[in-house]
T-cell receptor, first 114, second 114 residues
Framework: SAVISQKPSRDICQRGTSLTIQCQVD?????MFWYRQQPGQSLTLIAT?????????ESGFVIDKFPISRPNLTFSTLTVSNMSPEDSSIYLC???????????FGSGTRLTVV | GNSVTQMEGPVTLSEEAFLTINCTYT??????LFWYVQYPGEGLQLLLK?????DKGSNKGFEATYRKETTSFHLEKGSVQVSDSAVYFC?????????????FGGGTRVLVKP
């Protein structure tokens, strides 16, 4: 299965600023997924990123707040914009699907907004 | 739409006790089912999976059987260890109805005491 390198692993940010999270995959993948895990909660899908097209956002998430780039088949970034304390969460990227035997997750970015 | 419901935690057990975490699902298609584990401070790891009815997934002493008739995928382990303390997530992927994305249950925190 694919191996994902995600960074940063954690950060503490001031409100009103932005943070860009990177995920690098060791193989080419068509779709990459970005999730948010709020404290003590389950994972919620933010968006699905295909190379060469706009990301598809889930209900409750918008591109202005969470812009995503997918410049090639092995890399993606998620930016958390104009942060507030409510954005404090773990953000995870993922690749895979049933046809690939399952999904692989990055190690996550633990974001604290102060 | 698709949904996953799993028992709420925390579940506190003594070492060598039997563990069951209930998981039921609702899906419009014919989903693949997964159990993921999140150890303290770490990302998600695939624990086991099943892709069709009556399949049994197993790994590290954990087992779960895909029961289409009861729409369930309960996780079991016969004798837990302290190192099994983690949060366990049941998830489904319904390629036909929801593309490639995963739908997660709320997670169950398990604490195993020596």
């Amino acid at each position: 299965s694919a191996v994902i390198s995600q960074k940063p692993s954690r950060d503490i940010c001031q409100r009103g600023t932005s943070l860009t999270i990177q995920c690098q995959v060791d193989s080419q993948v068509t779709m990459m997924f970005w999730y948010r895990q709020q404290p003590g909660q389950s994972l919620t899908l933010i968006a699905t990123a295909n190379q060469g097209s706009e990301a598809t956002y889930e209900s409750g998430f918008v591109i202005d707040k969470f812009p995503i780039s997918r410049p090639n088949l092995t890399f993606s970034t998620l930016t958390v914009s104009n942060m507030s304390p409510e954005d404090s969460s773990i953000y995870l990227c993922s690749v895979g699907g049933p046809a690939h035997g399952g999904y692989t997750f990055g190690s996550g970015t633990r974001l604290t907004v102060v | 739409g698709n949904s996953v419901t799993q028992m709420e935690g925390p579940v506190t057990l003594s070492e060598e006790a039997f563990l069951t975490i209930n998981c039921t699902y609702t899906a419009t298609g014919y989903p693949s089912l997964f159990w993921y584990v999140q150890y303290p401070g770490e990302g998600l790891q695939l624990l086991l999976k099943a892709t069709k009815a009556d399949d049994k997934g197993s790994n590290k002493g954990f087992e779960a059987t895909y029961r289409k008739e009861t729409t369930s995928f309960h996780l079991e382990k016969g004798s837990v260890q302290v190192s099994d303390s983690a949060v366990y997530f049941c998830a489904l992927s319904d390629l036909k109805a929801a593309g490639n994305k995963l739908t997660f249950g709320g997670g169950t925190r398990v604490l195993v005491k020596p």
